[in-house]
């Protein structure tokens, strides 16, 4: 009876020294977890919260790693030292030497990179880009970045005139934590976007030419134009459009063709496209499709005449769809 007893409580510890451990097993792996949630929003906050919206890794250095100082005294990018930084607005910055981290902290203003260390070009269009250190330059004493030799070539087109709307328009790109603001020279144009300043609802305007056929595009392959955000299918679709926007971007603002030819703005299906004479113009549905296309030549003139009407009428405004046609 003893034995019984003994062996019952035996197996009653063991089941609870089991649980125990269990338990341990799920209180350190709920840890586990918690601290990578931690570690991602910090390595997040770091980047776009703080009372400074700067370009940092998951580290807070800036200007992945190169010195600041550099730029000027050597004028090449030269890869900063961990064991010389210096925290400044937010931002971790690394030095080649402690002579140049010296430097730096007696003039941080003279020596940091502007715009939080994003994309100079970028931020003169309203948003922001990642940089390539071997597209800095020096302007006006001030150490500017471009995002790649595309973004460079925009910049040097007006150096003096795309700095001073970087100047004007970085303060709402980084209160908006970069998010594409709408600038001064969008507000002249009239697009069909969502809220989110979208166009097409997505779909890849190069593919309809060089595929014939609507694709989804996706965020991470975008690019802006005439005020409207652009999505595509492939890194060579959105280069092809950087390029040459004005092949592809559709016609009327990629608002309905028909619709436009009898003075309306209606929605798009972009399913029901044709590129006539190399532009791309959507319709509204099949039905609208067949009237476009019954006089198309006629009816591509009246669209156009209209056109240009509807802009000045309707150009940086919240618009809604008009009724349809009778």
């Known amino acids: 009876?003893?034995?019984?007893?003994?062996?019952?409580?035996?197996?009653?510890?063991?089941?609870?020294?089991?649980?125990?451990?269990?338990?341990?097993?799920?209180?350190?792996?709920?840890l586990l977890l918690l601290a990578a949630v931690t570690t991602g929003i910090t390595a997040k906050a770091q980047k776009a919260g703080g009372k400074y919206f700067n370009n940092v890794d998951e580290h807070g250095v800036i200007?992945?790693?190169?010195?600041?100082?550099?730029?000027?005294?050597?004028?090449?990018?030269?890869?900063?030292d961990p064991a010389f930084q210096y925290t400044y607005q937010d931002a971790i910055y690394y030095f080649a030497t402690n002579e140049h981290k010296e430097l730096f902290k007696q003039d941080p203003e003279k020596y940091k990179p502007q715009f939080g260390g994003w994309c100079a070009y970028a931020v003169s269009l309203g948003r922001i880009a990642p940089i390539d250190v071997n597209t800095f330059s020096i302007t006006g004493g001030r150490l500017v970045i471009q995002h790649n030799e595309r973004a460079v070539k925009g910049w040097n087109k007006d150096v003096a005139g795309n700095l001073v709307k970087a100047d004007k328009y970085w303060p709402a790109v980084s209160a908006k934590n970069g998010r594409q603001i709408t600038t001064d020279e969008e507000k002249g144009f009239l697009n069909n976007t969502d809220k989110d300043g979208l166009i097409l609802q997505g779909y890849d305007a190069v593919a309809y030419f060089t595929e014939n056929r609507a694709v989804m595009g996706s965020e991470k392959f975008s690019a802006r134009y005439n005020g409207a955000?652009?999505?595509?299918?492939?890194?060579?679709?959105?280069?092809?459009?950087?390029?040459?926007?004005?092949?592809?971007?559709p016609q009327y603002g990629a608002y309905c063709g028909y619709a436009m030819s009898v003075n309306r703005l209606r929605p798009i299906n972009p399913e029901i496209f044709d590129v006539i004479d190399g532009r791309l113009i959507l319709q509204h549905s099949k039905d609208a499709y067949d009237k476009f296309h019954d006089g198309l030549a006629g009816n591509i003139a009246k669209a156009d005449g209209y056109w240009p009407k509807k802009v000045k009428k309707n150009?940086?405004?919240q618009v809604g769809f008009d009724e349809p046609a009778k």
């Open 1 to 30: 009876m003893k034995t019984s007893t003994k062996s019952a409580q035996l197996k009653e510890i063991l089941a609870q020294k089991a649980m125990r451990n269990r338990f341990h097993r799920l209180f350190f792996t709920i």
């Open 63 to 80: 200007l992945d790693g190169y010195d600041a100082v550099a730029f000027f005294t050597d004028n090449k990018p030269v890869k900063g």
């Open 229 to 249: 955000t652009y999505w595509f299918a492939s890194e060579k679709n959105a280069s092809m459009f950087k390029d040459h926007p004005e092949m592809f971007a």
């Open 315 to 317: 150009a940086g405004k």
